[in-house]
């Protein structure tokens, strides 16, 4: 009987131990299995993510890089800008005081007295045989220049044009002495054309005021027709 649970137990023993070493046998398969998929399927996947993390922070540097030139160009692009606004600023400035000054001007201007501001006019008149000419009228209604004569009305308006452009000029006028000794003068153009003549005066002091009543009353733009 004794004999008999020995061989049982012994024969239990070798089936366990059987056993064991079958599912160790199982297990080591199963790891190197494992083991052997995973390197031929995981790892290339692992190297392709790895290549393409080299490069996302390759281009990441790069992007940074451009990041950093671009803000570069922003903070020299407000440079400017801060220089332009400075520059407009002056600018404004200088606007400011020239219309100030040509406030006073004006104030000046208005603080003339009617005498230094009321210049005369011109009449156009009809000679006989239906020629033009003008005459340079002073602000009392003297006449003090009296033009040549126009085949047109166009051309006697060009030389009232040319009154106005040479009266101011002294060398344009010429001072003469008539047949009898009377002092009178001519206004010339620039091509040394007459262009106006005076009246006869007693004296040569009266022509010399007749000259500087030219030169303030032939600047007039009133033009009257007869």
């Known amino acids: 009987m004794t004999q008999l649970f020995v061989q049982l137990a012994t024969s239990m023993t070798g089936n366990i131990i059987t056993i064991v070493a079958l599912n160790l046998v199982a297990a080591a398969i199963g790891y190197f299995t494992a083991w052997f998929y995973a390197k031929s399927v995981y790892t290339p996947v692992i190297k392709g993510l790895e290549a393409d993390k080299v490069t996302l922070n390759k281009q990441v540097d790069t992007l940074n890089n451009e990041v950093t ?3 570069v160009k922003v903070n020299k692009l407000n440079d400017e800008i801060s220089n332009l606004n400075i520059k407009v600023s002056n600018l404004n400035e200088k606007i400011h005081n020239l219309e100030e000054e040509i406030v006073e001007k004006d104030k000046e201007i208005l603080a003339l007295s009617p005498e230094t501001v009321i210049v005369g006019k011109y009449v156009i008149s009809k000679a006989k045989n239906d020629e033009n000419y003008f005459n340079l009228k002073a602000t009392d209604d003297q006449i003090i220049l ?3 004569m126009y085949s047109s009305e166009s051309a006697c308006f060009n030389g009232i044009e040319s009154v106005r452009n040479n009266c101011s000029d002294d060398s344009k006028y010429e001072r003469k002495q008539s047949v ?10 620039a091509n040394g054309q ?25 600047i007039s733009t009133t033009v009257i027709e007869e």
Not at 183 to 188: D, E, G, N, R, T
Not at 202 to 210: H, I, P, T
Request: charge should be negative; charged fraction near 15%.
């Open 69 to 71: 030139n671009l803000n």
């Open 146 to 148: 009296t033009s040549q």
């Open 180 to 189: 009898n000794n009377k002092p009178y003068f001519v206004l010339k153009a």
């Open 194 to 218: 007459v262009i106006g003549n005076s009246a006869m005066y007693e004296s040569e002091a009266e022509m010399e005021n007749g000259i500087a009543s030219v030169k303030q009353n032939g």
